[in-house]
Nanobody
Framework: QVQLVESGGGLAQAGGSLRLSCAAS????????MGWFRQAPGKEREFVAA????????DYGDSVKGRFTISRDNAKNMVYLQMNSLEPEDTAVYYC????????????????WGQGTQVTVSS
């Protein structure tokens, strides 16, 4: 089992920045691929970013490439999402996820989820 707790969401203006944090517990963190998803009202959950256990490999959804950066600190069991150049379209509930990977057909999924943190970007 993995427990995930997100923090750092809130209100930002377009063009601004926010940093999300995710505290993980419950299993060997450094061997676990981690990531972030988001879900806007009326839309399906969307893959945002993923990072391998070692921290060496990262992947990003097309809508956030070049603006968001995922990182991790294995010594602290933490994952971060630095969000820059925020747009109103980034408004969503952001979920931290563990044991993340791609299913057949390329869709991203995960076995463990946090409760989510709201990010609202005003224009």
């Amino acid at each position: 089992q993995v427990q995930l707790v997100e923090s750092g969401g809130g209100l930002a203006q377009a063009g601004g920045s926010l940093r999300l944090s995710c505290a993980a517990s419950g299993r060997t963190f450094s061997s676990c691929s981690m990531g972030w998803f988001r879900q806007a009202p009326g839309k399906e959950r969307e893959f945002v970013a993923a990072i391998k256990g070692s921290g060496g490999n990262t992947d990003y959804g097309d809508s956030v490439k070049g603006r968001f950066t995922i990182s991790r600190d294995n010594a602290k069991n933490m994952v971060y999402l630095q969000m820059n150049s925020l747009e109103p379209e980034d408004t969503a509930v952001y979920y931290c996820a563990a044991d993340i990977g791609r299913l057949l057909g390329g869709r991203w999924s995960a076995n463990y989820w946090g409760q989510g943190t709201q990010v609202t970007v005003s224009s």
